[in-house]
């Protein structure tokens, strides 16, 4: 007989499978649960949804979470039963892969515990979440610009979650120096995007403008940053990655579709982030809420940038 042998799938999935069974037992209980400040059970939550007496505070904005948690065990599903590429960094299981897969799952437990607990410490495990996904693509791109190993990647990566986590937990948002590290990241990895496609020496060092075109995008204006730069001091962060991206990227990647599908799935999604609590899209009772297709288009943009990734490969010298 062949021995059984766990594969990364197996042990996220039950991680993933623990990690249910775990709250579903403990709010059971009456453990983890609580009620946002100034908010009642009957009222009507930040996200539209009525609050509920019950394991889930927000039923459909929590379960709809399971989304990222199927999203990334499909990955490691995919990952597991193919072998490695030396030309393919996003086939088979490696550190970076697998980091990739697994921030996807806890984007998952991580929204589920501030929708479904109304806690404090719920919040900072969903703000963890989400940056634990957002800063990877751009550290990623600057490894493929900065000539780094994989090792160093995963201790930049790995350092900067365990650098947010703390500050965060302790300053709560923005740090104690006004920082949104996630809508900072979404900067970050638009302009090291575009260096990783078009870097040269000149667009190396001119890319950080790329980063008000960004900000402007989600509502930010540059006469705004110009005339208050206390409040945006951050905007300098902007040529993070031209300091680090000393070398034309080592890989090569193809947008069309999967890119684009991500990104035109994100805004749609984004879209009804914004538009919530409008009339047209807003009914406390119902189980569908904007805040939950907010939660699965997500999901689905995080399946499109993986197969983004996996069309990347390695130039050879």
Partial sequence: MKSMRLNPFHTAFIISLTFLFGYIVLASMGYMLSIEPGLTIGGISRW????????????????????????????????????????QRFYGINKTSGIFAAAVIYLGPGSMLMHGTHTDWGQWADNLSMVMFIVFPWIYNLKCMGGWGEKKFVAVYVSVVVAYATTRWTFGDG???????????????????????????????????????????????????????????????????????????????????????????????????????????????????????????????????????????????
């Fill in 48 to 87: 539209c949804e009525r609050i509920v007496d019950g394991i889930f505070r927000e039923p459909a904005n929590a379960l709809s979470n399971l989304g990222f948690m199927i999203s990334g065990l499909i990955m490691f599903k995919v990952l597991s039963d193919e072998k490695t590429r030396e030309d």
């Fill in 175 to 317: 740090l104690g120096i006004g920082l949104d590290l996630f809508g900072l990241s979404i900067g970050l990895w638009v302009i090291s995007e575009c260096l990783h496609r078009f870097w040269s020496p000149t667009f190396r060092w001119a890319s950080g403008f790329v980063g008000f075109i960004v900000a402007a995008v989600f509502g930010i204006m540059p006469a705004e940053i110009l005339q208050d730069p206390e409040t945006y001091w951050w905007t300098i962060l902007f040529w993070v990655p031209a300091i680090f991206s000393k070398q034309a990227p080592d890989t090569k990647r193809t947008y069309n579709p999967w890119f684009y599908l991500g990104v035109v799935t994100y805004f749609t999604a984004f879209t009804i982030w914004l538009n919530q609590w409008s009339d047209i899209l807003c009914y406390p009772d119902s189980w569908f809420q904007p805040h939950a297709a907010w939660h699965l288009l997500s999901a689905l943009s995080t399946w499109f940038f993986f197969m983004f990734f996996r069309t990347e490969k390695i130039i050879k010298a």
